[in-house]
């Protein structure tokens, strides 16, 4: 256990509309990650995160934004939600001897 | 794109006996990992074996790496149905900003009493 906490865990929206998942961590590690998770592609990184308001794109950040205001908090924001952006979020951490932690994941359904 | 691709996609096996699944990747990597995943839950980390190692052992665990071939397998001994689970790899690679680990889809082990 990673001390990471993934908020909201379960939500339902609809097209068009905005939604902010939000990652916690009580252990001050530095860097921090989004990955969704879709049948048959496995786990894709879409934003990390090295520092406070130090980001960068993975490789399906399209239709994703994120912040990191504070060192233990990394939000993944969905401008417009899409039917294509229903999947299971994972944040995760970088901790020691580069093992990277995962949270528990949020489902998201986009109707 | 896929940097790891396990095989089999899916495993069944009767408790007791041994589990092996492969991960081939593309490029030079840093570190190779193992993760569990239960159904409806998170990814949990096994195992890390560098690119400098050949093999390493964690309990029932055995991970072998050949970076020549670009494969790696992880073996599970003496399998419970507490292990029924997805299996997944990854590798990593340090970019100048950070690790980054990118997975397969996953081999789906059945282990049935």
């Known amino acids: 256990d990673a001390g990471i906490t993934q908020s909201p865990r379960h939500k339902v929206t609809e097209t068009g509309t905005p939604v902010t998942l939000r990652c916690h961590q009580t252990e001050n590690h530095r860097y921090m990650y989004w990955y969704r998770q879709d049948p048959g592609h496995g786990l894709r990184l879409i934003h990390y995160s090295y520092g406070v308001k130090d980001t960068d794109k993975g490789e399906v950040s399209d239709g994703y934004s994120v912040s990191r205001s504070k060192t233990e908090d990394f939000l993944l924001t969905l401008e417009s939600a899409t039917s294509s952006q229903t999947s299971v979020y994972f944040c995760?951490?970088?901790?020691?001897?580069?093992?990277?932690?995962f949270g528990e994941g949020s489902w998201l359904t986009v109707v | 794109s896929q940097q790891g691709e396990e095989d089999p996609q899916a495993l069944s096996i009767q408790e007791g006996e041994n589990a092996t699944m492969n991960c081939s990747y593309k490029?030079?990597?840093?570190?190779l990992q193992w993760y569990r995943q239960n159904s409806g839950r998170g990814l949990v980390h096994l195992i890390l074996i560098r690119s400098n190692e050949r093999e390493k052992h964690s309990g029932r665990l055995r991970v072998t790496l050949d970076t020549s071939k670009k494969s790696s397998s992880l073996l599970i001994t003496a399998s419970r149905a507490a292990d029924t689970a997805s299996y997944f790899c990854a590798t990593a690679k340090n970019t100048g900003t950070a690790s980054k680990l990118t997975f397969g889809t996953g081999t789906r082990l059945q282990v049935t009493l």
């Open positions: 995760a951490i970088l901790g020691s001897g580069n093992t990277i932690y």
């Open positions: 490029t030079s990597i840093n570190n």
